[in-house]
């Protein structure tokens, strides 16, 4: 791999590693697009369980993201080909998530989401090792790579959507409607399931990407060695905040359309038809925003600052929640512009992200320090992130009635105080580590 910062032209990418690369990452981010922005309103919905237990099963999924590092990252970078272990991991996930569909004991239910967590998580951060280690210029080509996972998110969420549109929608009340549409979620994960088989397979035609011996062992060990590095350090502190407000966003959104889609009418009724209903299909508004922003990154990443970029991320997270909350004064306009933010909120910012851990990292840990950062992006982050969201339930329920307004004022100011930080702390000017 070439660093961009390094003389002269990269070689450019040939057609059959893009194609390869590209299926990767759509087949990787469908599996998830699937089920994850239904798995709130179907665990409240249908299963019927507390805010409180679906806490803790939003969060037993997460802690596979912090095991799944030691283990997968240092699998990957020592011992086995990195596509190997994402064949294997994910013929087990399929397996796993196919029973979800069916488990109503909350006991089981819990203990089989910690074991998901533990096989699909380490397997975002391997896809981005197993990209940038062969592609020949990161800032090129990892963007038009990469948006191939959003176009397989966009795809599952609207296929569901349309699913549940012409499949579990009666005519009926509000609360009719709703609960048939909750019960008809149990085919999310059905559909994650036959992905994540066809991922299996494919991953058996990736190319070859072997481990590397570092000086050390323990892969891990060392690339904990390399967050001291300024950018790697305030990256890592904020993980978690951002992370947070990221699981804000993905517990409560899908629920919070679901209700302003189920009996509207007009312009919202003609917004049905397109992206389905039950909250999952309108959310892809972000990630069709998100291909935008990943198509322009590239070009960016030569004249902005990593700072900037960020800056720009966390920015857009506090206006998406200011939206949210005042989208009964703005109307539905504010509304879909709030769920197209989710581009720049995870373009850049955590794209960005996974961007400065490759370049500020040496090149044998690479896969464990994507694993690190992962780890609390989508573990620590999103345990403590999924407590706080069903907490604030409770926060924002006054007389048994749930006030939007107030729930997403929380991740709002949470935002604010993540970009003061940011600006605050993180170095003026780019750094990268040379190979």
């Known amino acids: ?25 759509f087949l990787q981010y469908a599996i998830w697009g699937a089920w994850l922005p239904l798995l709130y309103p179907f ?30 990252g240092q699998l990957a970078d020592r011992h086995f080909a990195t596509e190997r272990v994402l064949a294997v991991s994910h013929l087990a996930g399929a397996i796993l998530v196919w029973f979800l569909a069916t488990t109503d004991s909350f006991e089981v239910f819990v203990g089989m989401s910690l074991v998901y967590g533990l096989i699909y998580a380490p397997t975002l951060s391997l896809t981005n090792s197993l990209a940038f280690h ?15 996972g959003t176009v397989g998110w966009i795809f599952a969420g609207i296929a569901m959507a349309q699913w549940l549109l012409m499949q579990h929608t009666p005519e009926g009340t509000e609360e009719v409607v709703l609960a048939a549409q909750n019960a008809g979620m ?3 994960f059905r559909m994650a399931a036959l992905l994540g088989f066809l991922m299996a397979a494919f991953c058996m035609f990736l190319p070859s990407t072997p481990p590397s011996q570092g000086q ?19 990256l890592f502190l904020l993980a978690v905040p951002v992370s947070c407000i990221h699981q804000f966003y993905f517990v409560h959104t899908a629920q919070f359309l679901g209700k302003i889609q189920v009996g509207a009418d007009g312009f919202v009724t003609f917004v049905n038809k397109i992206f389905g209903v039950g909250g999952g299909g309108l959310m892809t508004i972000g990630q069709m925003s998100e291909i935008l922003v990943l198509a322009v990154i590239p070009f960016a990443a030569k004249s902005m600052s990593r700072r900037s970029l960020l800056a720009v991320g966390l920015a857009a997270y506090a206006l998406r929640m200011w939206l949210f909350a005042n989208v009964d004064a703005i109307g539905p306009a504010g509304l879909l512009i709030g769920i197209a933010l989710h581009g720049l909120c995870f373009g850049c910012f955590i794209f960005v992200a996974f961007m400065v851990v490759d370049e500020n990292t040496t090149g044998d840990v690479r896969a464990s320090a994507q694993s690190l950062f992962n780890m609390v992006i989508i573990g620590v982050g999103i345990i403590v992130g999924s407590m706080i969201a069903t907490s604030a339930v409770g926060w924002a329920t006054t007389d048994g009635v749930l006030s939007y307004p107030a729930l997403f004022s929380y991740p709002m100011y949470a935002s604010i105080v993540c970009l003061a930080i940011l600006i605050l702390t993180y170095p003026r000017k780019n750094t990268r580590l040379r190979d």
């Open 1 to 25: 791999m070439t660093d961009s910062s390094t003389a002269g032209a990269a070689p450019p990418l040939s057609s059959g590693l893009r194609t390869k690369l590209s299926l990767m990452m």
């Open 43 to 72: 665990l409240m919905g249908h299963r019927g369980f507390s805010a409180d237990q679906c806490g803790v099963i939003l969060a037993s999924g997460a802690v596979g993201a912090i095991v799944g590092p030691f283990l997968a």
């Open 134 to 148: 062969h592609l020949p210029d990161r800032d090129r080509d990892f963007g038009q790579v990469r948006l191939w």
């Open 186 to 188: 149990t085919d999310a």
């Open 216 to 234: 050390r062992s323990n892969a891990t060990m060392e690339a904990l060695g390399e967050i001291k590095r300024k950018p790697l350090l305030v």
